[in-house]
């Protein structure tokens, strides 16, 4: 028997299974004394451990096609990994780094604002990875949004150089 116990104490358990402990528990069969369904209960006079799976299964529907969108997602990743791209910033921060889940504001995900603005979160719903994002500078630019090197502009650039460069010879002469 203490063989057993120090096993058991021993067995090592993967960080995922870790990770996604409560989203297991949230599909365990609840012990009842009595033996209604969990489904045509009324939530105000339930125990708190199956109104709490009750609300949950309100919050967290089941989609039928988020495998398939986690799929898409990881694909995606690799493939911009692959070709050595970047995706686009607004993509990234739409996808969860964990569980790949596609982050749709109340369906797959919580959007917390911090008090004072400087800050705000996004929480996946299925894993509960946590990210923030820092919000208080105002003048923060993502690098698609800035302007990129176009012919026009490249042209002025390099008339600018060029006169630069002929002031500073009439200036050494």
């Given at each position: 028997q203490t063989k057993d116990k120090?096993?058991?104490?021993?067995?090592?358990?993967s960080l995922r299974t870790k990770r996604n402990k409560h989203i297991s528990d949230l599909y365990k069969n609840v012990n009842q004394d009595d033996s209604t369904d969990i489904n045509t209960m009324d939530i105000d006079n339930t125990p708190s451990k199956i109104q709490n799976i009750k609300l949950n299964s309100i919050t967290n529907k089941n989609y039928p096609l988020l495998p398939l969108a986690r799929y898409y997602n990881s694909t995606l990743s690799v493939v911009a990994q692959k070709t050595v791209s970047r995706m686009d910033p607004n993509v990234k921060r739409s996808i969860c780094k964990c569980c790949k889940t596609p982050l749709i504001p109340g369906l797959t995900s919580d959007i917390n604002v911090d008090?004072?603005?400087?800050?705000?979160?996004?929480?996946?719903?299925?894993?509960?990875?946590?990210?923030?994002?820092?919000?208080?500078?105002?003048d923060y630019c993502l690098f698609t949004e800035k302007a990129a090197?176009?012919?026009d502009i490249y042209e002025k650039y390099l008339e600018e150089l060029s006169k630069e460069n002929k002031k500073e010879k009439?200036?050494?002469k």
């Open positions: 120090i096993i058991n104490k021993r067995k090592r358990v008090d004072n603005e400087v800050k705000y979160e996004i929480v996946c719903k299925s894993c509960h990875t946590k990210r923030e994002f820092k919000s208080d500078n105002p090197l176009t012919p009439k200036s050494k």
